[in-house]
């Protein structure tokens, strides 16, 4: 059974950073594509980062066209962990923020970031 658990959000000014953290369970981590999404109020939720299963000199990584440049998805297949480090953060980053695997229809709690001044 998959379990998720997000975690690293906050209240941050405009242009701060965060790290955001999901732990996984349930699954063969090493091997699964992980994705980022987030839903911002009054939002549907969308697709922020993907990065695909395997060692991490082999992985490869997508970003909307919103946050690139700004975010970097990575994992640590020793610690079933995927993060996001967010970068230049701005107001329309404000949204809960989801992992998810890819593949596979199960959503987390979530973690709420707030960008604001």
């Known amino acids: 059974q998959v379990q998720l658990v997000e975690s690293g959000g906050g209240l941050v000014q405009p242009g701060g950073s965060l790290r955001l953290s999901c732990a996984a369970s349930?699954?063969?981590?090493?091997?699964?594509?992980m994705g980022w999404y987030r839903q911002a109020p009054g939002k549907e939720r969308e697709w922020v980062a993907t990065?695909?299963?395997?060692?991490?000199?082999?992985?490869?990584?997508n970003y909307a066209d919103s946050v690139k440049g700004r975010f970097t998805i990575s994992r640590d297949n020793a610690k079933n962990t995927v993060y996001l480090q967010m970068n230049s953060l701005k107001p329309e980053d404000t949204a809960v923020y989801y992992c998810?695997?890819?593949?596979?229809?199960?959503w987390g709690p979530g973690t709420q970031v707030t960008v604001s001044s």
């Open positions: 990065i695909t299963g395997g060692i991490s000199s082999s992985v490869s990584t």
């Open positions: 998810k695997v890819s593949g596979v229809d199960y």
């Open positions: 349930g699954i063969i981590f090493r091997i699964r594509a």
